[in-house]
């Protein structure tokens, strides 16, 4: 253990000490980069493994404003990418492993280098839950899916499933009925949790038919494209098989902040609270943007803003505090 925190303390000391660390990218990241570097705050942004977030598992984005044919994710996160590259920011593309933020200047380990930062900004995200079954990780993308919007034009005339009982659930239902012949709507239970205008709306769409008290229990495939799933019935506990082509997740989302643990303020399902109408967390200096902080809207073009927010308050903090 010894022999670690040498390491550490030689490493810190080594480095220098930043304006600014972003940690996490996607559209707040990338867009607080942007703002911060060109307000020359010469931000360090570690983009971490899976860099890019959500989008990078998004084929199309339609409601992006300023694309009027549509972008795909990946390419927007590209776009964005050099945009701050253009500007100067540098990119670290590893996961952080450890943050201190007990003391000035704040601590962000990646492996065995510790950098120095006069301010974070966090722009970690969210990630959808998933059912976690093996089968579900096998197809995802050949049939499985965690984003209507994202993905619901792939399943024209098909007949899909979404599983889920919230407004998410109801929302991607009614809004897949656009694009397949039938959709279901399997939920465990025998009453929906969603909001009473959404429950209505979802149960009076023709194309609708809801399974009730039904679990997903295998994902079915030829290998190449999913072929149908197994639910079992959860009052009786038995096994049927549905053929579907698509099977659409919306049970809700997690965010990354494990590594915030104990360290920043956040709701009981691990959203970082932020002080309403700003992007300051419970410890000065540390900024959060984007899906991280954002339970309800979890868009990219509130993702990036949140992330231009980010970037003004921490410029607004470094000034005030005499940097």
């Known amino acids: 253990m010894g022999t670690v925190n040498t390491t550490d303390a030689k490493n810190s000391l080594d480095s220098k000490v930043e304006n600014l660390i972003i940690i996490g990218s996607g559209p707040a990241g990338l867009t607080a980069a942007i703002y911060s570097a060109r307000a020359r705050l010469e931000p360090l942004m570690i983009e971490g493994e899976e860099a890019g977030g959500q989008l990078m598992i ?106 889920g009982g919230g407004d998410t659930a109801m929302e991607e239902a009614n809004f897949l009925t656009r694009f397949a012949k039938k959709v279901y709507v399997l939920h465990r239970r025998d009453s929906f949790r969603a909001s009473k205008i959404m429950v209505d709306r979802t149960l009076k769409n023709p194309k609708i038919e809801v399974i009730w008290n039904s679990e997903v229990v295998e994902v079915l495939g030829d290998g190449k494209a999913m072929t149908g799933v197994q639910i079992k019935n959860t009052q009786t506990d038995k096994i049927s098989t549905m053929n579907l082509q698509g099977l659409f997740i919306a049970i809700g989302h997690k965010p990354n902040t494990e590594l915030f643990k104990d360290i920043l303020s956040m709701d009981s399902v691990g959203y970082l609270k932020t002080k309403p109408g700003t992007t300051y967390t419970n410890i000065p200096g540390v900024f959060a943007a984007g899906d991280v902080q954002d339970s309800v809207y979890r868009q990219a073009v509130t993702a990036a803003g949140t992330g231009c927010m980010a970037a003004i308050d921490v410029e607004r903090w470094l000034e005030a505090e005499g940097h």
Not at 104 to 130: E, H, N, Q
């Open 58 to 163: 998004t084929t199309e984005v339609e409601n992006y404003p300023g694309f009027d044919h549509g972008i795909t994710g990946p390419e927007l996160i590209s776009v964005m990418r050099k945009q701050a590259e253009r500007f100067g920011v540098r990119f670290v593309t590893q996961n952080v492993t450890k943050v201190d933020f007990s003391q000035k200047p704040f601590k962000v380990t990646v492996r065995d280098k510790v950098y120095l930062s006069k301010s974070v900004i966090i722009t970690t995200g969210a990630s959808a839950k998933l059912l976690n079954i093996p089968s579900e990780k096998a197809y995802m993308s050949r049939g499985v899916s965690a984003c209507a919007t994202c993905d619901g034009a792939f399943f024209r005339d098909a007949e899909i499933a979404v599983v």
